[in-house]
């Protein structure tokens, strides 16, 4: 794992530079990697500066000062080289989810007042849908360059020496909406500059990287995270195909770093071992484990793992070393788990209203169960604490968003006296790190003034090999006097099997979970433990982002209960 101090260190007043300077930096080096069927499309960084001006300077022709410009599409490099165009001067991009329904879309474009869309042809259909706004659709991307090309030819230099204004709006980017309305964040260049330059100072990136772009790049922690970081850096940027091609794509593609969830973090672990235990080699890793897990310092013990796993490690790609984990809280014992197989994981604190992150894990800087440090710039305490140390986090540094779109009282809500209240609740430990419990809006409130984050319950529900997912709500008592702690549990049949060396019926999972509960229970506060829980047939339903949506779990555990009786 190598430190690339020189690139680190790099001044970065705007997204403009990002893309000139790495040009200048890394040359006819690889930039981005796709994978169009069987085939390698490999893109320089000094090509993709040349296409970035060239498209620009058409797209200046093609739309009005500070347009406002949708993005849809899957991952890609028409994606990726449409959003810099736009940043650096032919308009302001607004990234919006693949997955967007018609009707969510036609409402964004009539809320942030969007001139024009740029998408690729999934979105075809969705598009047509729209009215009053300028369709160009990614396949006009080369005669959009070629005509560009020709105008700087002209002389035409509006696009180039265009100066960009730091403190402007640059993005917008959209909320999840997992735990309430979506909101539009919008984000200057000074914000997502400091955001890069903040990852390369606690990260070590550089051009023996390549990053597997997986999660949406409509979301900011991986358009920052996994596009702009390695992009600043010169690391590459390979485009997965999908999550149900993930395991071929790491195999072809052969990534160092990947930017996940912690729910994908979790099945990539799962999928190594149920491989290692298909091939039949499940002593000798253990072996090499506990060989190997001794060695001192990190990086030595890091080579000794990838010497010793190699074999096992193919299911990962073969190359697979880091894991950058956002979006949520990732199990401490899968994050020690990947570390033991060779995958060194850290968690960060991904913020849509800070750029993407207001902490993050480094090298020698991290902590099982924790969300890294704050990022150097920034400044994160916790408002009104609890006897425990527990409270709202609160935010202030350079990444912080300008606010939300067309939605003043929203943004003054939260942003009071240069801080940005987060919503989450958590703590900051003696040496710096950062743990998130949950969001306020979610805890469960006991009659006695006690509370609960249910998803510090949910993490420890999900220890047990028999359960894969779950959710805890408050329920109403029989007499309605206080919220009694209830679950709602998605089994794990597939990794049960693998338990038990066979598959239980119904009554054998349910007999196993009840004593997991139970035993959970017992090292639990009195107002903490479960005195309900229901078993679910079908995962719980996600968002883009991968979060569970949580509304509607008491009545349906309220339902669960009273067939019960």
């Known amino acids: 794992m190598s430190i690339y101090k020189t690139a680190a260190r790099r001044p970065l007043p705007d997204l403009k530079e990002l ?65 810099m165009a736009l940043v650096c001067g032919a308009g302001i991009p607004v990234p919006a989810d693949a997955a967007i329904s018609v009707s969510d879309l036609q409402k964004l474009c009539r809320e942030a007042k969007i001139d024009a869309v740029l998408y690729d042809v999934t979105a075809s259909a969705k598009v047509a849908a729209l009215a009053g706004v300028t369709p160009i659709p990614f396949s006009a991307l080369p005669k959009l360059i070629r005509d560009g090309r020709a105008l700087l030819r002209e002389g035409d230099t509006t696009y180039r020496d265009k100066v960009i204004d730091r403190a ?10 997992t735990t309430g309305k979506r909101k539009g964040v919008v984000l200057s260049h000074a914000a997502m500059a400091a955001a890069v330059t903040a990852v390369g100072a606690m990260q070590p990136i550089g051009p023996d990287d390549t990053f597997l772009s997986v999660l949406p790049l409509s979301h900011i922690y991986e358009c920052v995270v996994g596009f702009l ?35 994908l973090a979790e099945e990539l672990y799962r999928y190594f071992w149920r491989q290692v235990a298909r091939r039949g080699i499940e002593p000798s890793v253990r072996r090499a484990i506990a060989v190997s897990d001794p060695v001192r310092p990190l990086s030595a013990r890091q080579s000794l793992k990838l010497k010793l796993l190699s074999l096992a490690r193919t299911s990962l790609g073969g190359s697979l070393e880091r894991l950058l984990v956002l979006g949520a809280y990732l199990d401490p014992v899968v994050q020690k788990g990947l570390r033991q197989i060779g995958v060194f994981t850290v968690q960060g604190y991904g913020v849509t209203e800070c750029a993407g992150l207001a902490a993050l894990g480094g090298v020698n800087a991290y902590c099982d169960g924790a969300a890294g440090h704050v990022l150097p710039h920034g400044v994160l305490d ?56 949950g969001r306020l809006q979610n805890r469960i409130e006991k009659a006695d003034g006690k509370w609960v984050c249910p998803e510090e319950l949910e993490t420890l529900l999900c220890q047990s090999p028999f359960i894969k997912e779950a959710v805890t709500v408050g329920v109403l008592n029989e007499n309605g006097t206080d919220s009694e702690i209830a679950a709602m549990l998605y089994p794990d049949k597939e990794e049960a099997a693998a338990v038990l060396g066979h598959a239980p019926d119904g009554t054998e999972l349910e007999t196993l979970i009840g004593e997991w509960v139970g035993k959970l229970n017992e090292g639990l506060p009195a107002h903490k433990q479960i005195t309900l829980y229901a078993l679910r047939e079908e995962p719980f339903p996600r968002s883009t982002a991968g979060r569970i949506r949580r509304a509607g779990y008491a009545e349906e555990i309220a339902r669960a209960v009273a067939n019960e009786n």
């Open 19 to 83: 893309v000139w300077g790495s040009a200048g930096l890394f040359g006819t080096e690889t930039a981005f990697r796709e994978l169009r069927g069987s085939v390698f499309y490999d893109v320089s960084f000094l090509r993709f500066r040349d296409e970035t001006e060239a498209l620009g300077t058409a797209l200046c022709r093609r739309l009005k000062p500070g347009a406002r410009v949708v993005l849809l599409g899957q991952n890609g490099y028409h994606w990726v080289l449409s959003f």
């Open 168 to 177: 402007a709006p640059a993005a917008v980017f959209y909320t999840s909406g």
């Open 229 to 263: 970081a390695p992009l600043c850096y010169g690391a590459r940027v390979a485009f997965s195909t999908g999550l149900d091609r993930l395991a071929r794509d790491m195999r072809l593609l052969h990534p160092t770093v990947m930017v996940v969830i912690p729910y």
């Open 382 to 437: 916790v408002y009104d604490p609890d006897p425990e140390g527990n409270g709202e986090l609160r935010y202030k540094g350079d990444n912080l968003m300008l606010g939300y779109d067309q939605n003043d009282p929203r943004t003054a809500a939260v942003l009071r006296d240069g801080w940005y209240y987060t919503g989450d609740v958590g703590r900051v430990d003696e040496n710096g790190f950062v743990h998130i419990i």
